[in-house]
């Protein structure tokens, strides 16, 4: 197999008034032909960010951006700004997280998703318009005909996101980026359109970045997990082997956060206390380690290196969980 | 499912708040009227912490809101401490609703970017003219305390400065001023990262401890509610399907849309492989819902007596009860 997307040392830097914010600090991750990859962190962990800055969406005046991304085998940090736009749609799409918001609301579902298989795969009108009601069939919305002429204020979040994943889909991209396609859904629509998602990629042998905050979701519809935290990824292994696995205490107290439904009732959660470091002035040593609970003197004057633990498997620990020195 | 009743209904001392048979409607023009709560009872005993629960418009959010009499329903009671809250006049019940407080889901724009948090928190006090200057500030100061943020930082700073936890702190500060003996929550962690919804769930259960809170706990995540709950009521199109103790409700479901509900939560182990997806397809319309229960077209045990006759809230196991023709066994 090989890689579709390859980061390679992404640094992302914005300019603000109160000095340079890094938000993406020295990423580098593959993403295989055909795999899922989960990106996972908390808001503010610089994970839509990187995902954006891969894809080439950031630019401004105040944008500081380093390193390489090759996008199957061609350097999109060397392209100009119109190449980049060139890969989009057959080359890669994105869902994006709100679905009420990123449709446009006077234009109708029909003209919003034509306009891709027009534009990039040339097809006429009515071309498109088939292609169209094949889309909507796949992301499985029942009349799809009838469709076509609505506004996206007459849809359900539900339907919404489904329109969504029909447009990213109409030119049959390689890769697909989805932020949090599901973050705005209720559980139950969220299963299905996870599922979906699972299975359409299979169907076209497709990528996909699934960027969450919910360990959940990634555990059950990826292949591969990165966390970010502060701007950096802090572990990334086999999504099976990081959950049988887990190396950095981070990523345990991620999971152990989530609402469990076999929890006993009435027990207290477990809490990440505190926030995320300023990312305007990162701490020296670790910057998990104000809110770490297996703290050490050398987590805070330290920077971690990534270590790798065989299998994919890194992390960014100086005392990984399994580790005797400094266990609690 | 999705059925009448009040079998479940407690008729003890401790109940606090009694709501029977509320009926809530919106008109939406051309003779069209959307049925968004449909004869719902339910009863709240003190220090209890009911939760509310079901899909996005199934009604919960109008049931609480209908509660406070924002808007007074169409028909049915709502009686909180011995007073029918649909029977009193206007300014009655301005004052009677001082004792019961709403929690909304979106931290950031329920807050007012204006004002500052020391006149967030404060204005409850202000409106009802409660204290001194001295001792209005004073409350704010401990209020803020006791919900984790520190007074001397945040006093004079707005809420765009905050982040989502911290504003939804801010709110509970705000809805605590008046000492309410109620507090609704609609919502009140969806709109937050996993791990700040954990701090925010755990400072509601002190908060619950410290004041001596009753509380509604509106969610469509089962997951958050498990942690919360004393007593569970699921909802399905304006109707209520199952209500019953967490335990009983989580380790066996008697309704099928409360089954399909907790096989929709994620589960963080890739080595539990999942079956098919629960539920398909969406909710229909409350303008015209389906006779009888209104589960019934995505329902998989759905027969004709279903479509004919709407099933009544029933006993199944003690303290469970359940409003389906064929509940799971």
Redesign the interface.
């Given at each position: 197999m090989s890689a579709i997307l390859s980061i390679r040392k992404l640094v992302v830097n914005f300019e603000t008034p109160r000095g340079l914010l890094s938000a993406v600090r020295d990423v580098s991750l593959e993403i295989e032909q055909g795999s899922s990859v989960g990106i996972v962190g908390?808001?503010g962990s610089g994970k839509t960010v990187m995902s954006r800055a891969a894809m080439g969406l950031l630019s401004g005046s105040t944008v500081r951006r380093e390193g390489t991304v090759m996008f199957d085998d061609k350097e999109l940090t060397a392209m100009r700004a119109d190449e980049v736009r060139d890969q989009f749609g057959t080359g890669m799409a994105m869902i994006f997280q709100d679905p009420m918001t990123a449709l446009n609301p006077v234009r109708r579902i029909g003209s919003q998703l034509s306009e891709g298989p027009r534009v990039r795969l040339g097809m006429d009108k009515k071309a498109a318009r088939a292609r169209s009601i094949e889309l909507l069939s796949l992301v499985r919305i029942?009349d799809p005909e009838a469709m076509l002429n609505k506004f996206p204020f007459q849809l359900?979040?539900?339907?919404r996101q489904r329109v969504m994943i029909a447009i990213a889909l109409a030119c049959k991209p390689k890769l697909l980026f989805a932020d949090e396609p599901t973050t705005a859904l209720?559980?139950?629509?969220?299963?299905?359109i996870?599922?979906l998602l699972s299975d359409l990629r299979r169907e076209m042998n497709m990528s996909m970045v699934l960027v969450t905050?919910?360990?959940?979701?990634v555990?059950?519809h990826t292949d591969f997990v990165a966390v970010m935290y502060a701007g950096e990824i802090v572990e990334q292994a086999p999504?099976?082997e990081l959950?049988?696995n887990m190396k950095m205490p981070y990523t345990e107290?991620?999971?152990k956060?989530?609402?469990?439904?076999?929890?006993a009732?009435?027990?207290?959660?477990?809490?990440?206390?505190g926030?995320l470091p300023d990312p305007t002035d990162r701490p020296s040593g670790c910057g998990f380690a104000a809110r770490c609970s297996y703290v050490q003197d050398k987590c805070r004057t330290e920077h971690p290196p990534l270590v790798d633990a065989g299998n994919g498997h890194l992390y960014r620990c100086w005392y990984p969980l399994g580790h005797t020195i400094g266990r609690k | 499912m999705a059925g009448s009743g009040t079998a479940h209904m407690r008729n003890n001392d401790e109940v606090v708040l009694e709501v029977r048979d509320l009926v809530v409607e919106f008109k939406i023009g051309r003779g069209l009227v959307v049925n968004a709560v449909s004869k719902v009872s339910f009863d709240v005993c003190r220090g209890e912490t009911l939760a509310i629960v079901g899909?996005?418009?199934c009604g919960k959010t109008t049931l609480g809101k209908a509660v406070l009499q924002l808007p007074p329903p169409k028909s049915g009671d709502v009686v909180f401490e011995g007073t029918n809250l649909t029977k009193l006049p206007k300014e009655q019940l301005r004052s009677a609703r001082t004792a019961m407080q709403m929690v909304f889901q979106d931290p950031i724009s329920s807050l007012d970017p204006r004002m500052t948090v020391r006149a967030l928190v404060e204005e409850p006090l202000w409106i009802w003219e409660r204290g001194t200057e001295e001792e209005r500030g004073a409350k704010v100061r401990e209020l803020l305390n006791n919900v984790g943020l520190d007074p001397d930082l945040v006093l004079n700073r707005r809420s765009y400065e905050f982040?989502?936890g911290q504003c939804q702190r801010i709110s509970i500060a705000r809805s605590l001023a008046l000492e309410p003996r109620m507090l609704i929550c609609d919502e009140p962690v969806s709109a937050l990262?996993?791990?700040?919804?954990?701090?925010i769930?755990?400072l509601l259960?002190d908060m619950k401890d410290r004041y001596g809170l009753t509380m509604i706990f509106i969610s469509?995540?089962?997951?958050?509610v498990?942690?919360?709950?004393?007593r569970i009521m699921v909802m399905y199109l304006g109707k209520v399907c199952e209500v019953g103790?967490?335990?009983a409700i989580?380790s066996k479901p008697a309704h099928h849309y409360t089954s399909?509900?907790?096989?929709?939560?994620?589960?963080?182990?890739?080595?539990r492989?999942?079956g098919a997806?629960?539920?398909?397809?969406?909710p229909p319309s409350p303008v015209a819902p389906p006779s009888g229960c209104r589960f019934r077209t995505r329902c998989p045990a759905a027969t004709e007596l279903c479509a004919a006759e709407e099933p009544q809230l029933r006993e199944v196991n003690p303290g469970q009860y359940v409003a389906c023709h064929h509940p799971r066994t």
């Open positions: 908390e808001s029942p359900s979040g539900g339907m209720d559980v139950t629509v969220q299963a299905q996870l599922q905050h919910d360990l959940g979701v555990a059950n999504t099976t959950f049988s107290a991620l999971l956060s989530i609402p469990k439904i076999d929890s009732s009435g027990a207290r959660m477990a809490v990440i206390e926030r | 899909e996005s418009g982040s989502g990262d996993v791990s700040i919804q954990a701090q769930l755990n259960q469509h995540d089962l997951a958050v498990k942690a919360v709950s004393n103790s967490p335990d989580y399909a509900l907790i096989n929709s939560v994620p589960i963080p182990d890739p080595t492989k999942r997806v629960p539920l398909q397809g969406e």
